[in-house]
């Protein structure tokens, strides 16, 4: 599975934007990427997954890079409870398993 | 609306105990994965099930790690004669089928829904 880079901490406002980064340059044609967060004390939750097109849920918004060799996770107004541990991974489309790769995440933290 | 649930959330084990980690899914859920995530790392894959069979197991760090899910729902993760190594909290995952498929658009996966985790402490 191809690799992600990802700062290993941000730091935020609360009620400001917060874009997250990750790096996927060697991403195959053929793989998703997904974001999964985990809050303190808890197991990982979904965020957002996308291959090509920008995608907006209730959550955030993922932007693609056109060459898709980076993203971005976008909180359009961080709370307290977006503190979190975030995931960048990438999944192949044409199902080599279940699984998901962890890397080590980039941990937000947000100011009051 | 109960989510995937996990027991005991706290385990201590004495080196060389054997111990038992129950996992159940959310009702109807196919998949289900086992991750191990040591502190201040991120989750490992273990093992992963559908339904009852066990597909993929690559992940299991040694023989003494045996997961099994016989009647495709609740899953018990055991460790035999644990180790100092073995202390991580252990995650439970689970997902409707892997992917899926629209009538006419591509493959796409799940999401996999994970539960709080149990804390295991081996001294």
């Known amino acids: 599975d191809a690799k992600t880079t990802q700062p290993n901490s941000m730091e935020s406002n609360e009620e400001e934007p917060v874009h997250l980064p990750c790096n996927h340059s060697?991403?195959?044609?053929?793989?998703?990427i997904h974001w999964y967060r985990q809050l303190p004390s808890q197991g990982p939750e979904y965020v957002i997954h996308?291959?090509?097109s920008n995608v907006n849920n209730r959550m955030a918004s993922l932007a693609i890079a056109e060459d898709r060799k980076s993203s971005t996770l976008i909180l359009h107004r961080a709370t307290l409870r977006d503190a979190a541990v975030y995931y960048c991974?990438?999944?192949?489309?044409?199902?080599?398993?279940?699984?998901?790769?962890f890397g080590q995440g980039t941990e937000l933290s947000v100011k009051p | 609306g109960a989510g995937v649930s996990q027991s005991p959330r706290y385990k201590v084990a004495k080196r060389g105990q054997d111990v038992a980690l129950r996992c159940d899914p959310i009702?109807?859920?196919?998949?289900l994965f086992w991750y191990q995530q040591a502190l201040g790392q991120g989750p490992e894959f273990l093992t992963y099930?559908?339904?009852?069979?066990?597909?993929?197991k690559s992940g299991l760090p040694s023989d003494r790690f045996f997961a099994e899910r016989p009647e495709g729902s609740v899953s018990t993760l055991k460790i035999q004669r644990t180790q100092q190594e073995d202390s991580a909290v252990y995650l439970c995952?689970?997902?409707?089928?892997?992917?899926?498929?629209?009538?006419?658009?591509?493959?796409?996966?799940?999401?996999?829904?994970f539960g709080p985790g149990t804390r295991l402490t081996v001294l």
């Open positions: 099930f559908q339904n009852e069979a066990q597909l993929d």
């Open positions: 991974i990438l999944r192949d489309v044409n199902f080599k398993g279940g699984k998901l790769i």
């Open positions: 060697t991403i195959s044609g053929t793989d998703y």
């Open positions: 995952a689970s997902s409707l089928e892997v992917v899926s498929r629209t009538l006419k658009g591509p493959r796409s996966y799940n999401e996999q829904f």
């Open positions: 996308g291959l090509t």
């Open positions: 009702s109807g859920h196919v998949s």
